[in-house]
């Protein structure tokens, strides 16, 4: 087993059908990338799993799925009109800029000096309506938490949820990077997968832990190796505005060890800020007699693109088999674009082709993701499905015609087993 790089993952990602530079016939554009067909649905399944998990199975989650503009007063009052910057430099000579944290004192481009340090706001500012002027200024939402926190007094009004209980959401969220890399590390667009879990004060510090457990959890769920996750405290002069304490889970990247999802208790911060800015009451009455209370906050973030980053570079295997190299992603069967291949041992034979097809259309009906293939012969037809990380192949052949058995073959130790066409469904299920 090799280390994945960089390239590696780019090259076999843009010829698999993962992910596209954006806007690539015109030559791209930094910090935006394109998901292909397979890149879809691995990010789908992602994504699925993640909100069964957390919103279908549990009963005190609520999910929503809030507007990506909102009133710009609400990110006056979270603190992200004055305060979400990252620090930037200007090269005097070439006119690059950088963020300052990621540069040494000269110019990686051209060795030229740096001028002043200066605080660059993330956020991309757009207009509302027909009018370009101040009154008309929107911003595209650099986090969905935001819309979470506005709708706190819909949801309690709506449903009357007791503490503690939580709000799910998946969404888009933009962050005009300074200097986007890595690939989907550092985009400007993304997208996120996070909980505001909203709990008595007194009893942040449990639900804490209950929610650090729960990451590792779902780590478990879609295949990412426990011994590549790493948890770092986060001290105080490097935590965000809002946060009394967090939690980072590091992941072992290509380009080094870097922030994969993060969980924060945000206090009453972000309740207490809307509620004087908006001028509603946002505090919860949880039990008959007791004074009202503004609840505090934990807040596990999962960052979808970065979650399809760690599971291909988890994934990406070189190996030896059958005295051949080969390149195969080692997916989870969870999270696997395509869950089987069937193939016919020969696509000039009619009778194995519509026997073939036969057993792909039903097995289509309860396991959808499944993929036909009969382009080429069968050593390259494996060799294509072990890269984009199907974990079975199916191949029927004469012996097919006369007593129904197909064979399967497993991805990740190439051997083969023979078994009814007619229990296909259950066992790739």
Not at 77 to 89: C, E, I, K, N, Y
Not at 323 to 342: D, M, Q
Not at 370 to 395: H, L, V
Request: hydrophobic share 40%.
């Amino acid at each position: 087993m090799e280390e994945a790089t960089m390239e590696k993952l780019v090259s076999l990602s843009k010829r698999r059908g993962f992910l596209y530079p954006g806007s690539d016939i015109y030559g791209g554009l930094s910090g935006t990338w394109d998901y292909g067909p397979l890149g879809v649905a691995l990010k789908n399944n992602v994504k699925n799993i993640w909100w069964r998990m957390f919103v279908e199975e549990r009963e005190d989650m609520y999910g929503v799925d809030a507007a990506i503009l909102m009133n710009p007063k609400a990110w006056e009052a979270s603190g992200h009109v004055t305060g979400f910057s990252d620090p930037l430099v200007e090269c005097k000579k070439c006119k690059r800029r950088f963020r300052a944290d990621q540069v040494g004192e000269k110019c990686p481009e051209c060795g030229g000096a740096f001028g002043a340090v200066r605080q660059f706001n993330m956020m991309f500012k757009t207009h509302v309506g027909a009018a370009e002027d101040e009154a008309s200024v929107s911003y595209l939402r650099p986090e969905t938490a935001g819309g979470i926190f506005v709708n706190f007094k819909n949801i309690i009004d709506s449903f009357h949820p007791k503490l503690p209980f939580g709000v799910g959401q998946i969404g888009k969220a933009f962050r005009n990077e300074i200097a986007p890399r890595d690939f989907l590390f550092r985009a400007r667009e993304f997208e996120q997968m996070e909980i505001e879990y909203f709990v008595r004060p007194s009893e942040w510090d449990s639900a804490f832990e209950l929610w650090r457990e729960n990451v590792h959890a779902f780590n478990e769920a879609i295949g990412i190796p426990r011994a590549l996750v790493h948890e770092l405290e986060v001290p105080d002069n490097e935590r965000a505005h809002y946060s009394k304490r967090t939690i980072d889970f590091e992941f072992d990247f290509p380009f080094g060890r870097k922030e994969l999802y993060g969980l924060a208790y945000r206090t009453d911060f972000d309740l207490a800020a809307h509620s004087k800015a908006s001028g509603v009451e946002l505090r919860i009455t949880d039990e008959e007699g007791k004074e009202p209370i503004m609840p505090h906050v934990i807040e596990p973030s999962f960052g979808v693109d970065r979650t399809v980053l760690a599971l291909l570079v988890a994934a990406y295997t070189e190996d030896e088999l059958g005295g051949e190299k080969r390149t195969y992603l080692k997916l989870n069967a969870a999270v696997a674009p395509i869950k089987a291949a069937v193939f016919p041992l020969l696509k000039n034979k009619p009778q194995l082709v519509a026997k073939a097809r036969e057993i792909y259309a039903e097995l289509k009906k309860t396991v959808p993701q499944i993929m036909w293939d009969d382009n080429g012969n069968i050593g390259k037809r494996y060799r294509r499905q072990d890269e984009i990380g199907t974990p079975a192949c199916i191949t029927v052949d004469f012996q097919t015609l006369d007593d129904g058995t197909v064979t399967v073959r497993n991805r990740d130790t190439g051997e083969q087993m023979r078994v009814s066409a007619s229990e296909l469904s259950s066992i790739i299920r």
